[in-house]
Structures are given as C-alpha cells and as structure tokens.
T-cell receptor, first 115, second 111 residues
C-alpha cells in the first residue's frame, strides 16, 4: 500500500528565507514521487518528480527535492522564498498497488510568505 | 496547445440527483485520471483510464463511475448525490503513466 504524509499543514517563512516542506512516503514498490503546487481556485501544477534517476531533483521556480530512501523522505526546498511562492503544496506518490495504478496525494502544506 | 479542459466550471445539484462531469485531455495524451478534492484536503484518486480501459480505481463507492471515449476524452458520473460529494473534481491527463497535467477542475456543490 502507498501513503504520503506531509508534516505541517501550514508553514510560514519570511521573504528571502529558506523554504522546507516535508514529505514522507510509504510504498511497497519503487515509487514515483512528485511535488505539485496549487494556487487558489486553480488546478495543480507539477513542480518536480523523482523517477529513480538522480536523487536530487530540480524543478521549476527554483524548487528542488531530495529522495532519501533510508528515510523514506522527499522534502521540498527552495533557498530563497518569494511572495509569489505562497500557495498550497502537495506531495504525491504513484505506483501500482491494490486497485491498479494510482496516485496518492498528501494532505497538503500551505506556504505563507511574509514580507 | 490547449491544456486539459473540464466542463462545467461550476455546478449546483441537490441530494439524490445525478451529475456528469467532462474532461478533454491534452492532444496526444491517452490516459485520464479523476480526483476529488474536498476543501482543505489533498486530491483523492478516483479512477484512471488508459486507452478506454480502467487501469486504476480508488476507494470510492459504486455511485462513482467513469468512461473514456475513442477520442480519449472522459466523463465522470456520480449518482445519488450526497452532501459529502461537494468538492472540486480534478481531471489529469498523461501520455501513459507519466507526468500528469491537471485541468482547472469542476466545483460541485450539493445542496
């Protein structure tokens, strides 16, 4: 069975500060891992993905994430937050399990950026 | 190229009614997935279709059904609506099981 846990439903940082959004996963098969961003009243946009290549994955808008198998983690980071980064962020795991192929999302972390 | 489109944008129904939501994938994409996103929560996987065949199903009751057409567009049907079905319904398309591109969603309100 697959699952995703996002630690912290809300994270607040100052503009220019480091962004760290935490994600831990559980998967019985090698996972595909993703981070998505959702702005108010919009659909989800893919930030980055891990598909068993490099463990450090770079995405759009300066975000990156590191896959750590030993810690079953896939935390999202950005060195310097911008006001435009304020949004909801979702970690997701995809793979084949009970019921076929599916993508499981975490509950989300809302990022607030203070001026 | 056009992204994933969904219709309608908003929908209001009453309990017990039936609803059909529509999704058109990105041109060339043969896989469509449906998700339910209740306010304040992450998307919950409902179905995945690839080449008109169901490839994955989430933990939703039989009131939820879907199909994919020869042009790869898809419909999600929900029967006997409950108040708890009120949510944003998201459609995502992909080439097969690769990167998913999401549409803007259909906001369903059940009164």
């Amino acid at each position: 069975a697959q699952s995703v846990t996002q630690l912290g439903s809300h994270v607040s940082v100052s503009e220019g500060a480091l962004v760290l959004l935490r994600c831990n996963y559980s998967s019985s098969v090698p996972p595909y891992l993703f981070w998505y961003v959702q702005y108010p009243n919009q659909g989800l946009q893919l930030l980055l993905k891990y598909t068993s290549a490099a463990t450090l994955v770079k995405g759009i808008n300066g975000f990156e994430a590191e896959f750590k198998k030993s810690e079953t983690s896939f935390h999202l980071t950005k060195p310097s937050a911008h006001m435009s980064d304020a949004a909801e962020y979702f970690c997701a795991v995809s793979g084949r399990g009970d019921g076929g192929f599916k993508t499981i999302f975490g509950a989300g972390t809302r990022l607030f950026v203070k001026a | 190229d056009a992204g994933v489109t969904q219709s309608p944008t908003h929908l209001i129904k009453t309990r017990g009614q039936q609803v059909t939501l529509r999704c058109s994938p990105i041109s060339g994409h043969k896989s469509v997935s449906w998700y339910q996103q209740v306010l304040g929560q992450g998307p919950q996987f409902i179905f995945q279709y690839y080449e008109k065949e169901e490839r994955g199903r989430g933990n939703f009751p039989d009131r939820f059904s879907a199909r994919q057409f020869p042009n790869y567009s898809s419909e999600l049907n929900v029967n006997a609506l409950l108040l708890g079905d009120s949510a944003l319904y998201l459609c995502a398309s992909s080439l097969q099981s690769g990167d998913q591109y999401f549409g803007p969603g259909t906001r369903l309100t059940v009164l």
